[in-house]
């Protein structure tokens, strides 16, 4: 059974940086697709990140693009989102999901990933 696990959410200011980190549990790395997902009050859930299952290529959204970081860390068995220069609009409930599914079906409007996890809070404010 696929379990997910989200930490590192918080409270920063405009401009700073988080680390979130997504632990699972049930299947290996190997088997899935790993992305990010965001869900801001009153707004769809949309894509922010993804690192695929075989050779570790990554997609990011556009919002995103050259402020966040996906990567996978094999020693602690997570897949972890780096977020510098943070904005007001990046405040979401942010979600780890896995899927067979490659990453690049994330470029479809409204493509969601099949397993999550529960979430955790990120509120940029000054």
């Known amino acids: 059974q696929v379990q997910l696990v989200e930490s590192g959410g918080g409270l920063v200011q405009p401009g700073g940086s988080l680390r979130l980190s997504c632990a699972a549990s049930g299947f290996t790395w190997d088997s899935y697709a790993t992305a990010w997902f965001r869900q801001a009050p009153g707004k769809e859930r949309e894509a922010v990140s993804c690192?695929?299952?075989?050779?570790?290529?990554?997609w990011y959204g556009d919002s995103v693009k050259g402020r966040f970081t996906i990567s996978r860390n094999n020693a602690k068995n997570t897949v972890d989102l780096q977020m510098n220069s943070l904005k007001l609009e990046d405040t979401a409930v942010y979600y780890c999901?896995?899927?067979?599914?490659?990453?690049?079906?994330?470029?479809?409007?409204?493509?969601?990933?099949?397993?999550w996890g529960q979430g955790t809070q990120v509120t940029v404010s000054s």
């Open positions: 999901s896995v899927d067979p599914t490659p990453c690049w079906y994330l470029s479809m409007p409204g493509f969601l990933y099949a397993n």
């Open positions: 690192i695929s299952r075989t050779d570790s290529s990554t």
